[in-house]
């Protein structure tokens, strides 16, 4: 009879064990626990406990923030960085403008072949964005949430200068999960935007 409750309890902790192997710490916490599930329960029969071990695996499965949708410290916070990949000349109005040099992209949010930063989840998020022009030149731009303006704008206008100009806008974003930002042209404009470390966008959670 020994036997069989040690066969039994070893079938237990395996079933279980197949199920939370890849969480860690949980899985340290339930052997611990487990001979204080095991001896109430250890007169009645296999089948019983099997029921039992199965409704723990679960509860501890609710630990497991990726499958309830939970959040824990040291969730990974995005953030991104990217520069203008080629000059611009004369874009026409709402025209998108992509960022293609990525220098960071934490968590991989911000897609440099469409210049579209897609957010993880609900949470509050700064962009910042800087345009720079040649003499005589204009860049008027502006952030966007889902194909609306945010009410950002950027006007790099360097009218009458013999100087090159830059500008820079930043704000504050509450969005939800898989809303989408990228900045563009308000209306055409005129002359170059440079590329390179002078052309900017960038965001993070805050």
């Not at 720079?132 to 206008?157: D, R």
Request: hydrophobic share 35%.
């Amino acid at each position: 009879m020994q036997a069989m409750k040690n066969n039994c309890k070893c079938q237990m902790i395996g079933t279980v064990q197949s199920g939370l192997a890849d969480q860690g710490f949980t899985y340290v916490v339930f052997l611990a626990l487990f001979p204080l599930f095991w001896s109430p329960v250890q007169s009645k029969n296999c089948c019983s406990n099997n029921k039992l071990m199965r409704s723990i695996k679960y509860q501890f499965n609710l630990m497991n923030p990726d499958e309830c949708g939970g959040e824990t410290s040291d969730r990974v916070k995005t953030a991104f960085s990217a520069n203008l990949h080629k000059h611009l000349s004369k874009v026409t109005q709402h025209t998108k403008i992509i960022f293609g040099t990525v220098i960071t992209n934490i968590g991989v949010n911000y897609d440099k072949t469409t210049g579209v930063f897609t957010s993880p989840r609900h949470g509050t998020f700064y962009f910042s964005w800087t345009m720079f022009t040649n003499p005589g030149g204009s860049c008027p731009t502006e952030l966007v949430k889902n194909g609306n303006s945010v009410g950002l704008a950027n006007h790099t206008w360097n009218e009458g200068s013999k100087w090159n100009h830059s500008s820079t806008q930043s704000g504050v974003l509450s969005l939800k999960k898989h809303d989408k930002i990228w900045i563009r042209m308000i209306v055409t404009g005129e002359g170059y935007c440079y590329s390179g470390i002078w052309t900017s966008f960038n965001g993070f959670e805050i």
